[in-house]
């Protein structure tokens, strides 16, 4: 069973662009766990392009499935992330100006200050999850710290399969096999899509949860226009 955590970064960012509180992304949040989302994932920046870190705070009320935060350990975020106690931190290596995540950890250099972060998430009882790249060495390296379990990166895999290279997903099958040997949990997200979804979870061996952001939200604006432009044209009679 494959869980699909919803990032809901997108509707913050929509939110951000006009100044006011639509769309209401606490009203996003609990529509998409009545439709039946087994999560909801944010990933907060240091900028609060999208997310803000109030944001995060007011999310947990609302959140009643798993509350997954994303983001980069700098102290602010840790804090953060300690106050409001999650069910899941996933850390991401981005550098402040990324406009996305684009790339996993080296779970060996950082091996020490992983596993200082790590410790300490995990005194309070927060499950970690850390974001790596399709490597062996590196799923190696994140058992190493501790960590309940990784996030494959999954962006190369997306950008072969929308190629047509099927074969792009077999680094992601072996790194997701080792990582059940290692008995650590394997998450996976970044550009997963209604497109390519079926054929990653058929080939990831124990993957335990998605989450899925700017694919979701676009394909919710496709395949929700005709309804909405037919209820203004009915209006408008
Ligand atoms: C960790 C990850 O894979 C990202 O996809 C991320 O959570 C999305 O962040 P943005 O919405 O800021 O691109
Ligand atoms: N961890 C990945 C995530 O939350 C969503 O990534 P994307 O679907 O917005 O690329």
């Not at 992330?81 to 790339?103: E, F, G, H, R």
């Not at 790249?133 to 990166?153: C, H, N, S, V």
């Amino acid at each position: 069973m494959t869980k699909l955590s919803v990032n809901i970064n997108k509707i913050a960012t929509l939110r951000n662009s006009r100044g006011g509180n639509t769309p209401n992304l606490l009203k996003v949040a609990k529509d998409v766990q009545d439709f039946g989302g087994e999560g909801i994932t944010i990933h907060p920046r240091p900028d609060e392009r999208h997310i803000r870190y109030q944001d995060a705070h007011d999310l947990k009320s609302v959140v009643h499935t798993e509350y997954n935060i994303e983001g980069n350990p700098i102290p602010e975020f840790i804090e953060l992330v300690l106050n409001i106690k999650p069910t899941q931190v996933t850390l991401v290596p981005d550098a402040v100006d990324a406009i996305t995540s684009n790339s996993g950890w080296d779970t060996v250099k950082n091996k020490e200050f992983l596993q200082e972060v790590i410790s300490e998430f995990n005194r309070n009882d927060i499950r970690t999850s850390i974001f790596v790249d399709p490597l062996e060495k590196m799923i190696e390296g994140a058992k190493e710290t501790g960590a309940d379990r990784i996030e494959l990166y999954t962006e190369a895999f997306a950008s072969e399969y929308a190629k047509g290279n099927l074969e792009a997903v077999k680094p992601y099958t072996k790194c997701a096999q080792l990582a059940n040997d290692l008995n650590i949990g394997v998450n996976a997200g970044h550009d997963l899509s209604l497109d390519n979804i079926k054929f990653f979870k058929e080939n990831i061996p124990g993957l335990l949860e998605v989450s899925i952001g700017h694919a979701l939200i676009s394909e919710s604006i496709y395949l929700g226009l005709e309804n909405v432009v037919n209820m203004y044209l009915h209006k408008l009679k």
